[in-house]
């Protein structure tokens, strides 16, 4: 079998493929960093292990050279080495342990392949119920993913949990417009652009004007109510699950407000959130969570 992304002709320990994992994870940008300080040691690595899992699929779904379909594939197949029998690939080294030790079900794995499969072959989504499903598919299953780790099982919390990481989405397609359109993608609904009067025509030309504004505004109000049902699930889990689902979900939030504060114009620049605005979600989250409240959303 070919690499996938990195060479793997010799045999990774344990401690090594724990540690490509750790350094996967420090080393792409996200809205917050994975498996931070904030975690209980004994779950830091867990949680980058399966960090690098979702983070490897994507970059085989957007970023390498060759055979996509092919590619996923061979990860599908190291996959299922996991469950039977002795991985190559330092990530699924690593993830074989979390799987093991969490007893975590091969299908939220499976789905954010499938979701990778799903980007090579659909670039427009005409209605937003299209849209959630690839959600279901390329977001969902990493709130589970986490809620395993931290020995939350049952389908009502995993619910809420999907509100969550849909949201999260959401949020990310609304930030990135611009890129996803130089990716070939638009994700904003084709049913939402006829319904606002904004033509794919004028995206491509950047245009922003009123129809665009009231199309993102409809959006982010959408967005912000899915944000709005997920976060019951934080007063519904304990300790610092409590603090980073409370910590993702306000970041979110913040993603929303930073589209809204420039008039929903994301067209003109990316939304993006400062280190120091960064710092001060976190602060004031930690005080919330820390005096049992739930953040205001």
Not at 112 to 126: F, G, H, K, W
Not at 207 to 227: C, G, I, K, S, Y
């Amino acid at each position: 079998m070919t690499s996938l992304l990195t060479p793997r002709a010799r045999v990774w320990s344990r401690e090594e493929a724990f540690d490509y994992c750790r350094r996967l994870a420090k080393t792409h940008y996200e809205n917050f960093t994975v498996g931070s300080l904030l975690l209980p040691k004994d779950k830091r690595q867990h949680v980058s292990n399966l960090y690098a899992y979702a983070r490897s699929v994507d970059d085989l779904g957007d970023e390498a050279q060759g055979n996509r379909h092919r590619l996923l594939a061979e990860w599908r197949e190291e996959l299922d080495l996991c469950y039977e029998g002795t991985p190559t690939h330092p990530v699924m080294v690593a993830l074989r342990e979390t799987i093991h030790d969490y007893d975590i079900p091969k299908e939220p794995f499976l789905k954010l392949i499938t979701a990778n499969r799903m980007d090579q072959e659909v670039s427009r989504y005409p209605s937003f119920q299209d849209l959630l499903h690839y959600c279901d598919h390329s977001a969902n299953p990493c709130g589970r993913l986490f809620l395993y780790v931290f020995n939350y099982r049952d389908e009502e919390r995993q619910r809420l949990a999907d509100h969550t990481c849909t949201a999260l989405q959401l949020a990310n397609f609304w930030q990135d417009v611009t890129r996803d359109w130089a990716m070939g993608r638009v994700y904003l609904p084709l049913e939402d652009m006829a319904s606002y009067g904004y033509s794919e025509e004028e995206l491509g030309q950047g245009v922003f004007n009123p129809a665009f504004r009231r199309l993102m505004a409809f959006q982010v109000d959408r967005t912000r109510e899915m944000f709005r049902h997920g976060v019951e699930l934080v007063g519904r889990v304990k300790g610092a699950a409590r603090l980073d689902i409370a910590l993702f979900s306000r970041g979110g939030l913040a993603v929303l407000d930073a589209i809204e504060r420039q008039d929903y114009n994301v067209l003109a620049r990316r939304p993006r959130l400062s280190r120091l605005s960064k710092g001060r979600l976190l602060l004031s989250t930690w005080v919330e969570t820390l005096m049992g409240r739930t953040p205001r959303v």
